[in-house]
């Protein structure tokens, strides 16, 4: 657990270091949300950080996620809190997601057929509000990264448009590659993405103001808002570098494995041993080797 100071500081010099490149770029008209993402972190440091004005959250676990929503001091304290789903959804997921309190966006919907249960999913469970979720696309290109390649993304977006009404489709999320260095100049992963909500924009007849960004986390963000990111994911800079993974994520995706090696899952199925960032990379590899050993 971070001490209280610690994460009060570190907030206050992320909002400033956001609020100085908002100036920067447009005079301070552009909005810019704060993602703090508390995977692997405790309910206490959620809360320190709600307690300093904090609202958007973002797990990219279920399980830690439920976990978390339904902790006493979650529900008592951080009322008007907003949850963002930013890990890896596997189709047999998407009801335990929608059910979670509080859930404000879903950053990761990455295939027609997520997008299509999450739509059955919030049908049957009669919400009324739409939810928000933005398209995870996989701008590096890279085989361990999830989300839907470059050229597919407007599909995936018309798709949305038209046939999932619960949804509503609210822009576009990147991890990108992690050997990008910011000594070499423009993240070609952010740029990327502009040029798919350009895409997307054209072919769905979108306007661009109304297509958010999901990119820039620690080591990036202030580049990402730069090039017109309007959601930015910050988790080590904010809480510290981050713990081992629970014994109870890493049987969350062997689980997820078992459920999704079902036929009707195939197509999702190579999704398993992908992972949103590079521990998740470890993180499975460690329940690869789990499971081998069982
Ligand atoms: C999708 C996603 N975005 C953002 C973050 C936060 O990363 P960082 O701690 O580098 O800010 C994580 C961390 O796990 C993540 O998985």
Known sequence: MASTSSIQTA?????????S????????????????VTKTKP??????????????????????????TRHPKIIDICREIKWHFIGHL????AKNLVAIPNLYMCETVHSEK????????????????????????????????NGVSTSKVSDLVNL??????????????????????????????FIKLLKCRDDVCRRCNLQVEDVELSMGMSHDYEH????????????????????PPKQSQNQEVLKEKDEE??????????????????????????????????
């Open 11 to 19: 907030l206050k010099a992320v909002n400033a270091n956001i609020q």
């Open 21 to 36: 490149q908002i100036s920067k770029k447009t005079g301070g008209a552009q909005n810019v949300r704060l993602v703090a």
């Open 43 to 68: 309910v206490e440091d959620i809360i320190t950080a709600y307690e300093c004005g904090q609202r958007h959250f973002g797990e990219n676990y279920i399980i830690e996620l439920e976990e978390k």
């Open 90 to 93: 596997q189709t047999n997921k």
């Open 114 to 145: 997520l997008a299509k249960k999450l739509q059955k999913e919030l049908e049957k469970a009669g919400k009324t509000e739409k939810l928000k979720v933005l398209v995870q696309v996989n701008t590096s290109g890279e085989e361990n990264k």
């Open 160 to 189: 949305i448009l038209t046939k999932c009404p619960e949804l509503e489709f609210t822009g576009l999320m990147t991890i990108g590659s992690f050997d990008h260095s910011l000594a070499d100049g423009v993240n070609p992963d």
């Open 224 to 243: 990402a808002i730069e090039l017109g990111s309007t959601n930015v994911r910050v988790g080590s800079t904010i809480f510290g570098a981050r713990n």
């Open 261 to 294: 090696s079902q036929p009707q899952e195939a197509n999702d199925s190579q999704h398993i041993t992908k992972a949103t960032d590079q521990e998740d990379v470890l993180e499975n590899e460690t329940a690869r080797l789990q499971e081998l050993a069982i």
